[in-house]
Structures are given as C-alpha cells and as structure tokens.
C-alpha cells in the first residue's frame, strides 16, 4: 500500500485497545520531546495532587508558552492541568513540579515513564524545554498517550479547545487556547498534546476516533505536524480496513 506523505522523521499510528501498530518509521529513535513531555507531568500530576487541591503560586518562569500564572496566586490543580495540557504553559508544568519539590517531581517523571515501559526516555524538566537530557521516542509517547486516555478526567481536559479559567478568589482571568488548530477542524480528532522548538522541530500526539475505532498518532520532528497529522488521517480513512481488527 501507499504510505502517507509526512515530513516527520518518526512516526508511530497505533489502534487502541489492542495496541496493534498500523504505520511506523524511526520509531525508537531518541528525539527531543517538547511539549509532550507535559503529558508525563500530566500524569504525574494526578498521582500527587487531588484536582481541587488549591496551589500558591511561590515561583513562576516566562520562557516560551505561558499561560501567566502570577506570584501569590492560588489556583486549583485543576485550572493549572488545563493550562498544561490545554495551553501548553511551561510556567503551569513548571509550577506543578515546583509546589511538590522539582527534583522528586521530576524523578516520579521518570519513574512513571520506566512503568510505561517507555525504555528510550529520559526527563530533566516538566515543560519540555530542550535539555540535553530529555528525550523520548515516537513509540514511548504512544505509551504515554494509551495511559492518559485510560483516565476519562484528563481526556477530557486535552480535547478541550478554549477554556478561560481563574484563581480561587476569581482576581486573574486566563484565556486558554489549545495549540492544535485540528481541534474542531477534523471531526473525529479529540486531542491530545503539541509540542514545538527550533531544535525539536515540530511534534504532535493525536487521538483520532472513527467507525468506533480509535488511534494514536504521534509525529516527531516534523515540518509540518498539521499537514502530517492530516495525511496520517486520510491514509487511515483509505487504507484501514476497519473488519480486520
């Protein structure tokens, strides 16, 4: 058969539940994860914290995307998962390891991946800003995404396009836009995590539902993680023959 035309240099498409691969290539090259990694810190996240549990804010960061959390602010759990996993705010990621102690968050990061099974990953930070310690691989953060979409909580939180979101005492306002522009643009598409820098190139994690089927798509290092993801998807409406699963 035909391959999709993709730019990316690691793909890996999977069916849910049976995990079986339909279409992969370099997928346990070590890449840089950007953003993707936020759905560890996610994860991680809901180990630690019950989602109402109300956080001050003692220490924020203003590199890359934000969704401009304050000091002094005290938000739930909740609203600071929305803006990770939603907006993409390295300053939410960073606040969710920061509150909890960053060295341990970020060795749980670890930990969570090594039980995944995610064998080529490695985590130095939360948000996903290039370290030359933190990598991952197609295939790893298919695991990654297969065991976020098991908690309906957080699925929820990555399929939601625009949420404006407050602090407890209803002060500061934040506007929060997901960085996927196929959200609502291709039906079937619910998520699930961006990712992007210089040296990254362009990523993406997606959860595509169809005919009662469901996929993860993940792209790495691409030029084009749209058009990609795009491809991908008609590819599947083409060529998978939905009775053979």
Do not use: C
């Not at 070590?30 to 991680?44: E, G, M, N, R, Y």
């Not at 909580?153 to 939601?160: A, D, E, G, P, W």
């Not at 602090?167 to 522009?181: A, E, P, R, S």
Request: aromatic residues 10%.
């Amino acid at each position: 058969p035909f391959y999709p035309e993709v730019t990316a240099q690691a793909i890996y498409l999977v069916d849910l539940p049976s995990f079986t691969p339909i279409f992969f290539r370099n997928e346990n090259l070590k890449l840089l994860p950007a953003s993707t990694t936020k759905i560890i810190t996610a994860l991680v996240a809901m180990d630690i914290y019950k989602p109402d549990q109300i956080i001050t804010v003692k220490k924020t960061i203003d590199e890359g995307q934000v969704m401009g959390l304050l000091v002094g602010e005290k938000i739930t759990v909740e609203n600071i998962l929305y803006g990770t996993l939603v907006h993409s705010g390295n300053d939410a990621a960073f606040v969710l390891a920061e509150n909890y102690g960053y060295d341990k968050f970020i060795n749980l990061m670890n930990k969570k991946a090594e039980s995944l099974g995610m064998k080529n990953s490695h985590f130095s930070n939360p948000n996903g800003l290039d370290s030359g310690t933190q990598h991952s691989t197609a295939f790893d953060l298919s695991l990654a995404a297969r065991e976020l979409l098991k908690n309906p909580y957080l699925s929820k939180i990555v399929s939601t396009k625009e949420i404006t979101i407050s602090d407890v005492d209803f002060k500061y306002f934040h506007q929060l836009t997901n960085v996927n522009k196929l959200l609502g643009e291709i039906q079937g598409l619910g998520g699930l995590k961006t990712g992007y820098t210089e040296n990254a190139g362009e990523n993406l994690v997606s959860f595509y539902k169809k005919n009662g089927h469901q996929f993860v798509i993940v792209i790495l290092k691409s030029l084009d993680r749209f058009s990609d993801t795009r491809n991908i998807i008609s590819w599947i409406e083409a060529n998978v023959d939905y009775a053979n699963f």
